[in-house]
């Protein structure tokens, strides 16, 4: 009657394995470790590298205890894992110097980090330890303002200067064009021009709102950008910031770093086990824009690097083709390109096409008309320093798509798109608010939350073995295989665990335990019932699967509403609460009436069950 099949025993096996085996990396403590990343758009971390790094360890006499090359997204770096700190420190010192002889032009970032030490075998099968948050680990938070105005002011002054070259080529005459915080007008003398002037802008500034003002031959047209198009640009300014600092972050080797929106124009970066806060700064806050120059013809090509820069022209000493004199004025800036990526020219070499905004297209092409056969470059400024990203020659006039040629090799072709798609941040930003929690802060929050919950799990094992004797060893033994499935999942999705999480998995075991207490308690009516110790099992695990699943499926819908609508720490408790309810709901009901099943279903004559003091009613 109360038998599991082979299969149900086999999944429990599986499933207990599975717990095991992602839960174990968990106990590997960390080691101090350096990470290499490159600190410059133009240089990448290769796999050569890391047999670089190995060599220069090796003559200053350090051993580490691994190197490892990793790959995240288009990003990537080398871990270097040592036995101690001092060797840490003392290896950091002979990588700057080896990997950064400028150092106030580094070429790589040399961060401190730490790595667990987990066994390859488990590494490969992607077990790996949580990562734990900014409040258990320490780090840095910080909330920064996005200057949403600076948006606003961005896309007027590109509306500007479109509707300035608009109005040139339709030979439609003007007083004037001046710009405000909010608005541009344009200035005429008569109502002809003006009414000319506001069919072309209705027709090419979808956005834009469009009123008339003045009389006689002072007459304006005042242009504002609709509020949903201010609103759309806003968020679409903030979202481009955010995407931005996640690539600059990972230079400082944190580990599961917190990037989010918060309202409207804020945006929170939290960095656990960042204590380094300038450095944070100087990272989170730097600029890297984009532009196209013209080649000055007046000095003879291959005599850049001894010439007299003219005046309006600038020596740039660093990148491909360099040296090379450029005009300062540029053609274009990043902000006019809307889409680049690797291709093949004519001739089926690789090349990098770019697709450029209207604005881009009709100033591209106003300055290359004539100048077949001419050189442009293409600058990257970061950090206040340019470097010359390439100095192709142009071909033909160029417009709002044009090709990049003589790239030599499809990786290279890869990584100049790549460069040309980045750009600069969409707004400005001020950090408002900042906090540093410091690792000591963080190691007492983990013992804490460990001790809550350990002895938390004590205190409910002891009642129940006491209340319902041996069912109440089996309902502390399903307990057990939930929290064992619950951390495997967690470190299975490399969760970021935080005091909240830990909250979460404390809920979630009294979320468990009260559905074996519904168990035991229904086998418990049966008994008194009258119905014989194995029907009373049957019914008990039956007739209480029904309140258990309405009572976390009533749970799990509040956790979905606050992973949904939620932000930050809640977001991490909801994760961990929700799991929590399907992690319990198997092991209180399929795991523990295995349990049960396993120890009561083969004895045919069982006279009673050791579930505790019965009461049964009086006669």
């Known amino acids: 009657m109360n038998r599991y099949p082979a299969w149900k025993y086999l999944l429990i096996v599986f499933a207990f394995l599975f717990g095991a085996l992602y839960t174990l990396p968990n106990f590997y403590n960390l080691s101090p470790a350096l990470q290499i990343n490159s600190a410059k758009s133009t240089i990448k971390v290769d796999a050569t590298m890391e047999s670089r790094v190995a060599n220069t360890l090796k003559a200053a006499h350090l051993d580490h205890t691994g190197l490892f090359y990793e790959v995240h997204g288009s990003q990537a770096l080398i871990k270097a894992r040592f036995a101690d700190p001092d060797t840490q420190f003392k290896a950091k010192e002979e990588l700057e110097k ?116 003045g009389s006689g031959t002072n007459l304006e047209l005042q242009i504002t950008l609709s509020s949903t198009a201010l609103q759309f640009a806003k968020a679409d300014g903030v979202k481009q910031n955010i995407a931005t600092l996640a690539k600059r972050i990972n230079e400082l080797g944190t580990q599961e770093p917190i990037i989010q929106q918060q309202g409207s124009d804020r945006i929170v970066v939290e960095l656990p086990g960042v204590v380094d806060v300038a450095r944070a700064k100087d990272i989170i806050g730097r600029t890297a824009t984009l532009e196209v120059r013209m080649r000055d013809e007046s000095i003879l090509a291959g005599t850049d690097a001894t010439a007299t820069v003219p005046y309006g022209s600038e020596l740039f000493k660093v990148g491909k083709s360099a040296p ?46 004539g100048k077949i056969g001419k050189q442009m470059g293409i600058v990257l400024f970061e950090k206040g320093k340019g470097e010359v990203l390439t100095v192709p020659s142009i071909r ?28 600069a941040l969409a707004a400005p930003m001020s950090i408002i608010e900042e906090r540093v929690i410091g690792p000591q802060l963080g190691a007492e929050n983990v013992k804490q939350g460990l001790n809550s919950t350990l002895y938390g799990f004590l205190a409910i094992s002891i009642f129940m073995i006491i209340y319902y004797m041996l069912f109440g060893a089996f309902s502390v033994m399903a307990l057990s295989f939930n929290l064992l499935l619950l951390v495997a999942l967690l470190s299975l999705m490399q969760a970021a665990l935080t005091l909240p999480g ?53 749970t799990f819908i509040v956790g979905l509403a606050l992973l949904v609508f939620g932000s930050g720490s809640i977001r991490g408790f909801a994760v961990v609460h929700c799991l929590g309810i399907l992690t319990s709901m198997f092991s209180s009901v399929f795991v523990s009436r295995g349990i049960v099943n396993l120890w009561y279903g083969h004895r045919r004559k069982l006279t009673g069950l050791s579930i ?8």
């Not at 105005?149 to 439609?172: A, P, Y």
């Open 502 to 554: 830990m909250a979460a998995i404390a809920l979630a075991l009294g979320m468990a335990i009260d559905s074996n207490v519904l168990i035991n308690e229904r086998i418990r009516e049966e008994l008194r019932a009258g119905n014989s110790p194995q029907a009373a099992i049957t019914a008990g695990f039956e007739r209480a699967w029904a309140t258990i699943l309405d009572s976390n499926v009533t």
């Open 324 to 369: 090379v004199i450029l005009h300062k004025d540029p053609i274009i800036t990043g902000e006019y390109i809307s889409g680049a990526s690797a291709c093949f020219d004519e001739h089926q070499q690789p090349a990098v096409c770019i697709d450029l905004n209207g604005d881009g297209g009709r100033k591209m092409r106003d300055a290359t008309r």
């Open 612 to 619: 505790g003091q019965i009461w049964k009613p009086a006669e």
């Open 396 to 423: 033909a006039e160029l417009g709002s798509s044009f090709q990049i040629s003589g790239m030599g090799t499809t990786e290279a072709a890869n990584e100049l798109a790549l460069l040309l798609r980045a750009g």
């Open 98 to 213: 080896e990997l950064n002889p400028d150092q106030t032009d580094p070429a790589y970032s040399i961060s401190f980090n730490s790595m667990s030490n987990t066994p390859a075998w488990l590494q490969n099968m992607h077990a790996l330890p949580m990562f734990l948050g900014l409040d258990l680990r320490g780090g840095v938070h910080f909330l920064m303002q996005v200057d949403t105005n600076g948006i606003l002011t961005k896309r007027l002054q590109g509306m500007q200067s479109s509707i300035r070259t608009s109005l040139r080529d339709k030979d439609i005459r003007h007083s004037g064009i001046e710009r405000s915080a909010d608005q541009i007008t344009i200035k005429f003398t008569n109502s002809a021009a003006r009414l000319k002037a506001k069919e072309l802008v209705t027709r090419q500034q979808p956005d834009a709102v469009i009123i008339e003002q």
